[in-house]
């Protein structure tokens, strides 16, 4: 086992449709670390635009919600025992691909039901990469594995989630990332593993989640923002190497 793909029985990014300026970024991040698009393993999950939020924040957290249920159900039903999962706003470190024979000799060592490769959390910074337990909420989800030995939980939990009314004690409708730290919160022996250091990062661009600002609505102005986001995404990358 050499390569990432060797492990991972599925790659799920996942694109709306219409963004074909993220779908062009997010193939060429998974082509540098290793991970073209290939049938049946690594593709592009089209992601769900609903008419209404129902429940949730906004129609863009009930968007994401429902894409990332999607492809956890299309895992199931396959019978995959793992998949990786990526929206299409990340930046892969260069990490991953260099450390990845260390990466994954952790993976096959190491009991895990979640993987968070990319996050925002405060972990102590390990050379090489190193997959520790991590047991808070994680704030994101554009980077993460999911072990198929959980799917069954984890389906019936979102499923039920997304029924109840907002604020439920249970849980009710949220973003995704609260859902999983609900979810891993009520099921303390589901095991955590965080990338340290963060091995992924979101590219600072238009955001299909929250409320566009005005400056993304007025032609011109927008260029101008989307060259500010770029000039951001480059400095952190740059800090992080």
């Known amino acids: ?13 996942v694109n709306l449709p219409e963004r074909k300026d993220r779908r062009q970024l997010i193939v060429k991040e998974l082509e540098e670390a290793g991970m073209p698009l290939t049938p049946h393993k690594v593709e592009i999950f089209p992601a769900i635009r609903p008419n209404e939020a129902g ?3 906004n129609i863009g957290a009930r968007g994401c919600f429902s894409s990332h ?7 199931k039903d396959k019978g995959l025992s793992n998949i990786l999962i990526v929206e299409d706003d990340l930046e892969i470190s260069a990490k991953f691909r260099t450390d990845q024979a260390v990466i994954l000799e952790q993976l096959c060592q190491q009991d895990w039901d979640f993987v968070y490769f990319g996050h925002v959390e405060e972990v102590e910074q390990k050379s090489p990469v190193a997959l520790v337990p991590f047991s808070e909420g994680v704030m994101t989800t554009h980077f993460y594995a999911v072990n198929g030995r959980i799917f069954d939980r984890l389906l019936r939990f979102l499923e039920e989630l997304q029924q109840r009314p907002p604020g439920h004690p249970d849980g009710g409708p949220m973003h995704l990332d609260g859902a999983y730290s609900t979810f891993r919160a009520q099921n303390p022996d589901v095991v955590t593993l965080i990338a340290s250091p963060n091995l992924g990062w979101q590219r600072s661009s238009r955001s299909d989640i929250y409320p566009n600002a005005w400056f993304d609505r007025v032609p011109g102005i927008a260029q101008l923002a989307g060259a500010a ?13």
């Open 1 to 13: 086992m050499t390569k990432i793909t060797d492990y991972f029985q599925g790659v799920y990014a």
């Open 229 to 241: 986001r770029t000039t951001k995404t480059w400095l952190k990358r740059c800090l992080s190497s």
């Open 55 to 57: 429940g949730f924040p």
């Open 69 to 75: 249920l999607g492809i956890l159900k299309q895992a």
